[in-house]
């Protein structure tokens, strides 16, 4: 699943006019790219979650038949869920197997190829060393475990792999994902890795113009 519902406020006035997953980065859209990098995985069935001008991203990927894969579309409006919020309403589109989700916002080369989930584990989290801009991090990780409170901590990456069990009992609506996930901590259920790649948050103009440059 690629999350591409929300507004992109911090990117306004670009994303004024066009939902931020379509935003050019390197040549091509954000958005394009992770499809592109999933169907190299050997990903073949995609799913995306639309909301603001999320008609904009259906008519630019369709069904995904020119990149090799298949996508199906997630609608939220006239409110976006949040990131488990909209997992939760996609949720028959990914079970019953484990299903990765990637951020529509990050830029990265991280081989999702690698992507894996330990049988005990509902939720398997790569994290990044903690950019300029998020100094304090997300989560700690010790022995392979993300922790949900560590003296030192890393960045979440916004790339994941999760279990349907993760959400069950979970209604419909609006939800962050973070309380989902220290929960899955809290039972030692949240496996992670740390990955010191290519990888940029593109969450404002400033970012998206430096990462344009640094070519």
């Not at 999350?3 to 958005?31: F, H, N, Q, V, W």
């Not at 369709?62 to 298949?70: A, C, F, H, Q, T």
């Not at 028959?92 to 690698?114: K, M, R, S």
């Not at 560590?150 to 999760?162: D, E, H, K, L, N």
Request: with cysteine; aromatic share 6%.
């Amino acid at each position: 699943m690629i999350l591409a519902a929300g507004r992109g406020e911090r990117m306004r006035p670009l994303t004024d006019s066009m939902p931020k997953p379509l935003l050019i980065a390197r040549g091509a859209p954000l958005i394009e790219h992770h499809v592109r990098a999933l169907s190299r995985a050997g990903i073949a069935k995609i799913t995306v979650n639309l909301c603001w001008r999320g008609s904009q991203i259906r008519d630019f990927l369709g069904d995904g038949s020119k990149y090799g894969v298949s996508i199906r579309y997630s609608d939220e409006a006239p409110q976006a869920l949040e990131a488990a919020g909209g997992i939760v309403r996609a949720l028959a589109h990914l079970a019953p197997g484990p299903f990765a989700v990637v951020n529509g916002d990050i830029f990265t080369d991280y081989p999702l190829e690698n992507l894996a989930i330990n049988p005990e584990a509902d939720a398997h989290l790569v994290l990044v060393p903690n950019p300029p801009q998020h100094p304090d991090g997300d989560f700690g990780l010790e022995a392979g475990l993300a922790l949900a409170s560590a003296p030192s901590r890393f960045t979440f990456s916004g790339i994941a792999v999760y279990r349907e069990r993760l959400f069950a009992g979970l209604a419909d609506g609006v939800r962050p994902l973070k309380p989902v996930l220290t929960g899955a901590m809290q039972t030692k259920r949240c496996t992670a890795e740390l990955y010191r790649g290519l990888w940029e948050d593109v969450g404002t103009a400033e970012r998206l113009s430096a990462l344009n440059a640094a070519r």
